[in-house]
């Protein structure tokens, strides 16, 4: 009697301790009674392996309990199936497919079981984690509510989330204005949009709009207060009438309104514009200028990079000196408790006996390094024929021929000479030394009266008469540096003054600040003058164009700001005078005596 194949199939086959037990068998011997061991042999195999199976099927069929009705059938019946294949009695000599029917349907239990569980997963929505906040919110009525003008937010697209704990109310016609305003290439536009895509954001992310949305759902987690919209219509009465349709009006009128609907809270109108401020002022509301632009309060606290030493400072700080020269310059370590004061690259100078004029290079606790300074004020350190004339332009001339000095800002009224040293340092940089390639001067085009319309040429062309300060300087630096160049012979004398003139001329080019946005400046010296003038963001755009190799020098006087929306302390001017503070590769100076004419100087004083 042949003895029953062994399976064949992948899915069937037996482990190897077994399958070498049933080989021996048959190798062995032939005779019945191993003919029936080994047909015991195989059956034990047969229910393993199902039973295997079985349990694997029974798992599956836990994890798809929620599935749904049809797959928890397939799923019961299948281990049925595979059960009624093992009550096979031990003694009937099974058919060659038995052994295979009954791992078969059991692999067919473990697809239908794993297929309900991946349809289960699907038909469940996935969970969203909403997001919490670390700090506790204030319950409401300790939360004050202001209501923002239009004018905030064209100002600054994210003064949203400016207002930390306390909730924002935007008035419809708020919305309106924006909607107005969103076309265009401006900055106003283009802060319009942002505001919108902010506002579309936070209404979509949540559910009742009436209750408010959280301003941290989008991660500003500085923004615990809620933002409210107006949803129904309010009872905007004035105690004065005042004549409608005008959108401030309106705004006034919401927030009458809200003080009615709200008794227990504060509610403050914030705006740019002094009109509308003065008119909640008169009608008993609350109102304020938007104060989260401003970098100083006060523009007399404004960092000026220079500090007087008192008369004492040698008795506290003269013991233990170390000294050491270095590439020319000499350098000091002095202890004491004035150093903790200093910042990095602030200048430093005492009068008296023992003068000292000197920079701070490095501080570290109650010790600072200090190195001394070239003296640009004698004839022999001359930058391109021009010398210091007091002390904060040699200051600043130090700093403007330091090539580790990345970011120089130089801050002065009128005639103090920002203009003519950044730009003596430039040439003498550019055409002496080489180290930039060309100077590019651009500055904010703002009228000071009114505008004269479009201009005709190239940009160069277009940018002419705002350089007006630039020519009246190369005229001066040309006398300066070119007065060797000059013979006896006057006509040899012209040629020579207007040879150099266009050689001048080649380095030097003058950009709109409308074409900054994507380039990148390589080994250039780069100015930026009357940049008062400019707002923060569009100073961060100029600051971040420089590439390796670049200096930037920005000039301007913060008592001449012509730019509507702009004070003292939110220009862009004060604002990078303040985060460059410190830091290694920026300096900055104030210069104090102007030193254009003594008309110049009495006029700034009496005028």
């Known amino acids: 009697m042949p003895l029953p194949k062994l399976p064949s199939r992948m899915g069937d086959r037996v482990t190897k301790e077994e399958s070498s037990t049933v080989e021996v068998l048959t190798s062995a011997d032939a005779t019945p009674a191993a003919q029936a061991a080994t047909k015991t042999v195989a059956k034990k195999t047969a229910v393993k392996k199902t039973a295997v199976k079985k349990t694997a099927a029974k798992q599956a069929a836990k994890t798809a309990v929620k599935a749904t009705a049809a797959a928890k059938k397939a799923v019961a019946s299948a281990p049925k199936t595979a059960a009624a294949k093992t009550a096979t009695p031990v003694s009937s000599t099974p058919p060659a497919t038995s052994i295979e029917s009954a791992v078969e349907n059991a692999s067919q239990a473990d697809v239908v079981s794993s297929s309900a569980t991946t349809q289960a997963a699907a038909t469940q929505p996935p969970a969203r984690s909403p997001r919490v906040s670390k700090r506790a919110r204030l319950p409401a009525s300790q939360r004050k509510l202001f209501v923002l003008d239009t004018n905030v937010l064209l100002h600054d697209s994210n003064s949203l989330f400016k207002f930390e704990e306390h909730d924002i109310y935007l008035p419809m016609i708020v919305l309106e204005e924006l909607d107005h305003h969103k076309k265009g290439m401006s900055e106003v536009a283009r802060n319009a949009r942002q505001v919108s895509r902010f506002l579309d954001a936070l209404v979509t992310e949540t559910a009742d709009l009436e209750k408010g949305a959280n301003l941290d759902i989008l991660g500003n987690q500085e923004a615990l207060g809620q933002l409210l919209l107006q949803t129904s219509a309010l009872d905007i009465s004035l105690p004065i009438e005042l004549p409608v349709g005008k959108a401030d009006h309106v705004i006034l009128g919401v927030v009458n309104a809200l003080k009615a609907q709200y008794p227990k809270r504060t509610v403050v109108l914030v705006s740019k514009d002094i009109n509308i401020r003065l008119k909640a002022r008169a009608l008993g509301m609350e109102a304020e200028d938007y104060r989260n632009d401003r970098v100083l309060d006060d523009s007399d606290l404004l960092y000026d990079g220079v500090m007087p030493l008192p008369e004492n400072f040698w008795l506290k700080h003269g013991k233990d000196v170390e ?61 391109w024929g021009i010398t210091a004339r007091n002390r904060e332009q040699n200051f600043a001339l130090n700093l403007l021929m330091n090539p580790d000095c990345d970011f120089v800002s130089l801050l002065g009224q009128a005639g103090t000479g920002k203009t003519l040293l950044a730009l003596a340092a430039g040439l003498a940089q550019t055409l002496e030394s080489n180290r930039y390639s060309e100077i590019i001067i651009t500055r904010a085009t703002v009228p000071v009266g009114d505008d004269i319309g479009f201009l005709p040429g190239t940009e160069e062309e277009k940018m002419a008469p705002w350089m007006g300060a630039l020519e009246d300087n190369l005229e001066v630096l040309h006398l300066g540096a070119g007065r060797h160049d000059l013979a006896s012979d006057s006509g040899t004398a012209d040629w020579n003054k207007q040879s150099t003139l266009e050689l001048i001329r080649s380095r030097i080019k003058v950009k709109s600040l409308n074409f900054m946005r994507g380039r990148t400046f390589l080994n250039k010296y780069l100015i930026i003058d009357e940049a008062q003038n400019l707002t923060p963001k569009q100073m961060k755009t100029l600051v971040t164009r420089a590439g390796p190799g670049t200096k930037i020098v920005c000039l301007g006087n913060i008592a001449q700001i012509d730019t509507p929306y702009l004070t003292e302390g939110s220009s862009g001017l004060t604002y990078v005078v303040d985060r460059f503070k410190g830091w290694p590769h920026a300096g900055h100076i104030t210069l104090q005596r102007g030193e254009r004419s003594r008309l110049a100087d009495y006029a700034s004083e009496a005028l």
């Not at 590439?327 to 004035?338: A, D, E, Q």
């Not at 903790?340 to 006996?353: M, P």
């Not at 920079?359 to 200090?370: D, P, T």
């Open 323 to 383: 000294s050491w020269q270095q590439s020319g310059v000499t350098y000091y370590r002095i202890r004491g408790p004035l150093c903790s004061e200093f910042l990095v690259n602030q200048f430093v100078y005492l009068e008296g006996d023992m003068p000292l004029q000197a920079q701070v290079r490095e501080v570290s606790g109650k010790s600072a390094v200090l190195s001394t300074l070239r003296d640009h004020s004698h004839g022999r350190n001359s930058v």
